[in-house]
Nanobody, 121 residues
Framework: QVQLVESGGGLVQPGGSLRLSCAAS????????MGWSRQSPGKQRELVAE???????NYADSVKGRFTISRDNAKNEVYLQMNSLKPEDTAVYYC???????????????WGQGTQVTVSS
């Protein structure tokens, strides 16, 4: 069974920084794309950043220049460095991974349980 576990959320003042981590574990054969999305109350979940297996990245316009996504393929981990945080960045952040499992046909898509990020003075 595959699990994605996020860590690193918390309370930070505007202008501050946080680094989120997400570790994928279980019967993983190969991880393809990994990414981060977020959801705040009353809003739809939105893509924040994603990184392919080859390292290509994509960011939401609202976080470009402030957030950096990276990954460690050997550890099946993905990170999100968030700088210059704003109150509007407050949300639950979810990591996701597209992967294949041992003894399972086809590509699977998994979400983590989410970690709260609150930006407030």
């Amino acid at each position: 069974q595959v699990q994605l576990v996020e860590s690193g959320g918390g309370l930070v003042q505007p202008g501050g920084s946080l680094r989120l981590s997400c570790a994928a574990s279980g019967s993983i054969f190969k991880v393809y794309d990994m990414g981060w999305s977020r959801q705040s109350p009353g809003k739809q979940r939105e893509l924040v950043a994603e990184v392919t297996g080859r390292g290509s990245t994509n960011y939401a316009d609202s976080v470009k220049g402030r957030f950096t996504i990276s990954r460690d393929n050997a550890k099946n981990e993905v990170y999100l460095q968030m700088n210059s945080l704003k109150p509007e960045d407050t949300a639950v952040y979810y990591c996701n991974a597209t992967l294949t499992e041992y003894n399972v046909v086809g590509i699977q898509y998994f979400w983590g349980q989410g970690t709260q990020v609150t930006v407030s003075s």
